[in-house]
């Protein structure tokens, strides 16, 4: 079984502040993470993902994120928001498996202030 | 371009009606998916097929069904006995489980 919490449903920054968006997980097998942005009416786009290898994963937009495996998170970091980051973000993980679904959070919108 | 064309972007059930929300991919990927997305609820699956004339239920496949007769269509059909069906439908496709899904861009489904 696997689940996914995000903390915190809506967050607010200044343009030009840090982003941090929280994510931890639970996985009962080794997790493949991800991060996805949507805008109003749209679907997801991904943003980044974590298989394996380096911890740090680079993804679109300048966005990064951590895999922390002793504290099971997945944090997404931007240095300095923009306005068009404005935008509800979805993280995500799967099992490493051939039979792991896709398990969801519950989402956080970002509000980026001028 | 390739990618997942979801139709129609809006749509409107009367009471006892059954619906169907088509979903199309010109990316050759085996792997096709049904989300249902509510406000505060995240993305909750409902049907997925990982290959033609093969699916399974996903975690809230009540009221609902599939079917998988092309690669690249996977239609969902929400039928009468789904009682609350207003939501925001996303279907995705992957060419292997390992790798991240590709969405459309959403039916919405309203109840008149």
């Known amino acids: 079984a696997q689940s996914v919490t995000q903390l915190g449903s809506h967050v607010s920054v200044s343009e030009g502040a840090l982003v941090l968006l929280r994510c931890n997980y639970s996985s009962s097998v080794p997790p493949y993470l991800f991060w996805y942005v949507q805008y109003p009416n749209q679907g997801l786009q991904l943003l980044l993902k974590y298989t394996t290898g380096a911890t740090l994963v680079k993804g679109i937009n300048g966005f990064e994120a951590e895999f922390k495996k002793s504290e099971t998170s997945f944090h997404l970091t931007k240095p300095s928001a923009h306005m068009s980051d404005a935008a509800e973000y979805f993280c995500a993980v799967k099992g490493g498996t051939s039979y792991g679904k896709l398990t969801f959070g519950q989402g956080t919108i970002l509000t980026v202030h001028p | 371009d390739g990618g997942i064309t979801q139709s129609p972007k809006y749509l409107f059930r009367k009471e006892g009606q059954n619906v169907t929300l088509s979903c199309e991919q010109n990316?050759?990927?085996?792997?096709m998916y049904w989300y249902r997305q509510d406000p505060g609820q995240g993305l909750r699956l409902i049907y997925y097929s990982q290959i033609v004339n093969d699916f399974q239920k996903g975690d809230i496949a009540e009221g609902y069904s599939v079917s998988r007769e092309k690669k690249e269509s996977f239609p969902l059909t929400v039928t009468s006995a789904q009682k609350n069906p207003t939501a925001f439908y996303l279907c995705?496709?992957?060419?292997?489980?390992?790798?991240?899904?590709?969405f459309g861009d959403g039916t919405r489904l309203s109840i008149l």
């Open positions: 995705a496709s992957t060419p292997h489980w390992a790798q991240p899904q590709h």
């Open positions: 990316l050759n990927h085996d792997a």
